[in-house]
């Protein structure tokens, strides 16, 4: 399967840990992006890479927060310090960019629950 | 303030009809608009993208329109199916790589 891929699927952790969340994009795709979402949101965004480059960040993205796409190929989404609050599922999703439309291919997400 | 609204309340239809879910939104000028359905557990799939200089756009049983003065995105699934069943989440580019999403419509289709 050449789609998005995103591990874990699941993460429970205790309140104050750190969490490390992956993704690997589709290969020939340089966009990737990341959302939070909750029960009954649509996909929130939070962040977006551009090959290497992360070039924009939601405000809402709070400091205990942090991407990286280091070659340019997968990604990875740290959560420092979690809080109760950022109990939600994680969405990576991932883009060629072709012209000012793309279509953006999402991964199955990875469910966080800080307790 | 910039709003995507689509029906919080749920859909429930009978197989066979077609399936109209609406997306509303304010403050924003999109150069295109998508939907996306997504089910329970799992990452939204990519359906139909619609450009502002289009009206309509279809794909096999799905249609979709644009209309930039009233500022709404109707979705229509005709000949529906449970299998249809799933949330539809409609999505807005908004020109800076970012994209927007409403909060879906859940649709439930009955044999």
């Known amino acids: 399967d050449t789609g998005v891929s995103q591990d874990p699927r699941h993460k429970i952790t205790k309140r104050g840990q750190n969490v490390t969340f992956r993704c690997d994009p589709i290969s020939e795709h340089n966009r990737l992006y990341w959302y939070r979402q909750t029960l009954g949101q649509g996909p929130e965004f939070l962040t977006y890479?551009?090959?290497?480059?992360?070039?924009?960040k939601s405000r809402l993205l709070s400091d205990r927060f942090s991407a990286e796409r280091p070659k340019g190929s997968f990604s990875t989404l740290e959560i420092q310090r979690t809080e109760q609050g950022d109990s939600a599922m994680y969405l990576c999703a991932s883009s060629l960019a072709q012209g000012e439309a793309e279509t953006q291919y999402f991964g199955p997400g990875t469910r966080l629950l800080v307790l | 303030s910039q709003k995507i609204e689509q029906n919080s309340e749920a859909l429930n239809i009978q197989e066979g009809k077609t399936a109209t879910l609406t997306c509303n939104y304010t403050n924003y000028s999109p150069a295109y608009l998508q939907w996306y359905r997504q089910d329970p557990g799992r990452g939204p799939v990519f359906l139909l993208l619609i450009r502002e200089n289009e009206k309509e756009k279809r794909k096999e049983r799905l249609k979709v329109t644009f209309d930039t003065t009233l500022k709404q995105s109707l979705f229509h699934i005709t000949a529906s199916q449970p299998a249809d069943s799933a949330t539809y989440l409609c999505?807005?580019?908004?020109?800076?790589?970012?994209?927007?999403f409403g909060a879906g419509t859940r649709l439930f289709v009955k044999a």
């Open positions: 999505a807005l580019d908004t020109g800076g790589f970012k994209t927007i």
């Open positions: 890479f551009q090959n290497e480059a992360q070039l924009e």
